[in-house]
Every structure is written in C-alpha cells, then in structure tokens.
C-alpha cells in the first residue's frame, strides 16, 4: 500500500517562482493536512481539509492556497515563493474529521523546498 | 491556546538501557489525547503511541511506553531496551482546539542510542 504520495521529493525555486505541491493518499480517508517543518521547530500546520470539497486554514497560512481536487487529492500551493518558505513540507491524512479516539495521522515523506 | 513543550534537545542512551523523552502539555480541552511520533534521519514521520485524556492506563507498545501524569501535564515517552534504530528525533503532539484532529507538535528531541 502506497499510503501518503508527495511529489515532488525535492524542488529548488527562485523567489518569486510559483509552484504546487501534489499530495495524493490511497486510504479512504476524510481529512487531510499541509504541515511545514523548520529546524529546532515541530511540525506548524499550514492548511487542513477536514472533508471533500472544503479547506481552512492552519497555525501558518499566510503565502499559500489549497485545493481539496478529490477526495484523495489534496494540493499546496506557493504563488510567489519567498524564501521564508525554504522547508521541509509533509502532507498527512485520517480517516475521522472529529477530534476523537486516536484518528492517527499518516504523513507522506515529505518534499524539501528550498527558496533562493 | 495549546502548546507543547519538549525541554531536552538531545539525549543519549546506551544500547539496551532504558530512556525517558519528557513532553509536557498545556490545553484548556476538557479531552484530549497526546501522541508522540518519531522521525528517523530518513525524514518520514512515523506514529508511536497514543494516550487519551480519559484512559485509565498508561499506554504501551511494545518497547514504547507512556508516562501519562495528568495533574502534572505530562506525557512522557519510556523507550524500554535502547537498540540502535532508535536513534531519530521524537516528537510530542496534542491536538489543536476545533476538532478535525489538527495536531500541534513540540520541537522535538534528538535521541542518540550509543553501542
């Protein structure tokens, strides 16, 4: 079972540069979650779709834009990429949509960004 | 709002002994779980353990143990027998107010499990 896709692994940019991180699970799952990661930071999380065809915004939104395409689908993307946005981004799902029980997280690989 | 906090950065351990990961939380949420996940220098996160606010029993699995003290707001993790391929970075997590399990992480501790 494939789980949580990300692609792509690895992207260097120029800022100003525009681009869209794909995300894809194969689970059956509600929601799903953009999270960055900094050094000698957690994990932030930047956008969320807690079901199909709806999206809100996490701790860190400001310079990106979701899009919830399917149910299994769920895009990030960089409009204008600065380079406060070099990261370690992961996607993540679970099956529940409600805080409840343990509703694991699943989390892609990740894809290493770097804004120059 | 809630918040993790994970003191150690680093820590070490000798092969086969046992280690604590200190994680305490801060949440106004009358339930709540805690979960604690680890990430090897591969990079991929990977799901430990699980504690709800309202289990009786600390949680256990395997070698992974959690030292759940809620009056102190503590979820601490016990790795029982070091081996080698524990050492990665551990992180701490709770979820954010509002449902839909969005988790809040803390910055995590490095773990260096020596032969």
């Known amino acids: 079972n494939a789980g949580v896709t990300q692609t792509p692994k690895f992207q260097v940019l120029k800022t100003g540069q525009s681009m869209t991180l794909q995300c894809a699970q194969d689970m059956n799952h509600n929601s799903m979650y953009w999270y960055r990661q900094d050094p000698g930071m957690g994990l932030r999380l930047i956008y969320y779709s807690a079901s199909e065809g709806t999206t809100d915004k996490g701790e860190v939104p400001n310079g990106y834009n979701v899009s919830r395409l399917n149910k299994r689908e769920f895009s990030l993307r960089l409009e204008s990429a600065a380079p406060s946005q070099t990261s370690v981004y992961f996607c993540?799902?679970?099956?529940?949509?409600?805080?409840?029980?343990?509703?694991?997280?699943?989390f892609g690989a990740g894809s290493r960004l770097t804004v120059l | 709002a809630q918040k993790i906090t994970q003191t150690q950065p680093g820590m070490f351990v000798q092969e086969k002994e046992a280690v604590t990961l200190d994680c305490t939380y801060d949440?106004?949420?009358?339930?709540?779980?805690l979960f604690w996940y680890k990430q090897p220098s591969s990079g991929e996160m990977i799901f430990l353990i699980y504690?709800?606010?309202?289990?009786?029993q600390n949680a256990t699995e395997g070698r992974y143990s959690l030292n759940f003290q809620k009056a102190r707001k503590s979820a601490n993790l016990v790795i029982s027998a070091s081996q080698l391929g524990d050492s990665a970075m551990y992180f701490c997590?709770?979820?954010?107010?509002?449902?839909?399990?969005?988790?809040?992480f803390g910055a995590g501790t490095r773990l260096a499990v020596h032969p």
């Open positions: 504690q709800g606010s309202y289990d009786q």
């Open positions: 993540a799902s679970t099956q529940g949509d409600r805080g409840s029980g343990a509703n694991v997280l699943t």
């Open positions: 949440t106004s949420d009358p339930s709540y779980g």
């Open positions: 997590a709770t979820r954010l107010s509002g449902g839909y399990n969005k988790l809040i």
